[in-house]
């Protein structure tokens, strides 16, 4: 009897060991396949998943061999279980120098497996906890920042990029119901060039709309070859959730959260958190939108309030005085100040009819803001002083709101947005300069639109297009008209 078996033993309780320890994932696999090549000395080891997208996007985890194995060389597979689930198959091939696999060998696997089948449960679990930690994370942050935000537009754009991020999508993108009884695009967020998505439309009588209208989330394989997605910009997308942003029984709009193309499907429980935080983000949307209303009613009420007491008081009040300098007019010995009483009189007059006109334009309703680039870029600027520690300086040089059009705006606005995020990451920032400036000549001669975003942080760098001034980094982007 020889002691060979011991160090097998000892070998498999430290494959055990390693596949018991780990918590994600993919690291869980790694040491599945690390030890089953260790355990039995295969030349290599793959696991082939049988659903990817269960396994976290991983079709398959190889341990290569010093030395190219033969594809007549020996295979071993030994099936993975996850409960009663078939999860996948270990496979073995090639033991340089020691022949085929054996029965012990396949014993060993095994026990290995049986112990990976459990780690591989421990771990999607764990990963379903944190997937349910990070979407309830993110509702409560959409719904802290629509209730403090201002504006629809910023209130949709929060809620398509934080759904991008938490669902790792390639867009956020939000959609509302047009008068033709379709639906439309009308705000999108997305790292790559969100050029043409803004504006496209889902035509009416659409199998899909049928299920939006409906209040019912529509889940897609494929974007670019389902047969019910008419968007032109369709072959941009694979996998794609579309869901209902519904509440108090009122389709507000639709959240679209498609993948690129190749990339892995949504699971089960992505699509049921996805589908929870939509129906949140919903309720959201109509609070801020309430207390928008509150605050509109509130500030109609003060105007009207202010526009009383300025009428019963300060105009009633003027015009009394005004009366008393008349009469003091005619009074004996007044021909001395007559001159300055008429002077005094007439200010009094033009006075009152100021008033009254200050009071007229307080009865009127506020203008909303502007749509204009200008007061975008101010906005994003603006909003980006709490991070920078300072507010940027902002610059414009030409006809920018009437110039520019809205598909180069986002373009633009996008470009602005990552470049502070930029800045806001370097230490020692406390100057910041935003230019925007139009026409804008590129050295082909074309007219266009052109961004600067300098800053005098630690760590002088050089955008792609940019350059440096001194100590600090400028960045700047060109997009023609």
Excluded: K
């Excluded at 099936?79 to 029965?103: N, Q, W």
């Excluded at 956020?172 to 050029?195: F, N, R, Y």
């Amino acid at each position: 009897m020889t002691a060979q078996p011991a160090p097998r033993l000892t070998r498999l309780l430290e494959a055990v060991l390693g596949v018991g320890t780990a918590l994600d994932l993919r690291s869980v696999l790694q040491h599945l396949v690390d030890g089953a090549a260790e355990l039995t000395g295969a030349g290599r080891a793959a696991l082939v998943v049988a659903h990817p997208a269960e396994g976290g996007g991983l079709a398959e985890v190889r341990t290569p061999g010093p030395h190219p194995v033969p594809e007549t060389a020996p295979l071993l597979r030994v099936p993975i279980h996850v409960r009663d689930e078939e999860f996948g198959e270990l496979r073995l091939a090639g033991r340089p120098g020691a022949g085929p696999f054996t029965v012990e060998d396949e014993q060993l696997l095994r026990v290995l497996a049986t112990q990976a089948g459990i780690s591989i449960g421990n771990a999607r679990l764990y990963e379903t906890a944190r997937q349910r930690e990070r979407w309830i994370e993110g509702t409560a942050a959409v719904t802290t920042a629509l209730l403090t935000e201002e504006g629809a537009e910023d209130a949709l754009t929060t809620v398509a990029e934080r759904a991008r991020l938490l669902a790792g999508a390639c867009a956020g993108v939000i959609l509302h119901p047009t008068a033709e009884g379709g639906m439309e695009i009308v705000t999108a967020s997305t790292p790559d060039d969100p050029d043409g998505i803004v504006g496209a439309t889902i035509a009416p009588g659409s199998p899909v709309l049928e299920q939006l209208l409906g209040g019912e989330p529509v889940f897609i394989a494929d974007s670019a070859t389902d047969p019910r997605m008419t968007t032109h910009v369709r072959h941009r997308f694979g996998p794609s959730m579309m869901l209902p942003l519904r509440a108090s029984g009122r389709l507000i709009g639709t959240l679209a959260l498609p993948r690129r193309r190749g990339a892995r499907p949504y699971t089960d429980v992505e699509r049921l958190l996805a589908t929870q935080f939509a129906s949140q983000a919903a309720l959201a949307l109509v609070l801020a939108d309430a207390r928008r209303g509150r605050e509109r009613l509130a500030v109609y009420e003060d105007r009207d309030r202010i526009a009383r007491d300025l009428h019963d008081l300060v105009v009633q009040r003027l015009f009394a005085t005004g009366m008393m300098l008349e009469s003091t007019q005619r009074r004996p010995g007044a021909q001395d100040v007559r001159g300055i009483l008429v002077r005094a009189v007439d200010e009094l007059r033009s006075t009152v009819q100021e008033v009254r006109t200050a009071i007229f334009a307080l009865q009127q309703p506020p203008a909303g803001p502007p749509a204009g680039l200008r007061v975008r870029v101010l906005r994003e600027t603006a909003s980006a002083a709490a991070r920078l520690g300072a507010v940027p300086s902002t610059h414009f040089g030409g006809a920018v709101d009437t110039r520019v059009p809205d598909r180069v705006a986002d373009r633009l606005l996008t470009a602005l947005r990552d470049a502070l995020a930029d800045a806001s990451a370097r230490t020692g920032v406390s100057r910041v300069e935003v230019t925007v400036e139009t026409p804008a000549t590129s050295p082909e001669g074309r007219d266009g639109v052109r961004l600067r975003v300098f800053d005098d942080g630690a760590g002088a760098g050089e955008s792609e297009g940019g350059g440096c001034e001194g100590r600090g980094t400028t960045v700047t982007w060109w997009a023609p008209l």
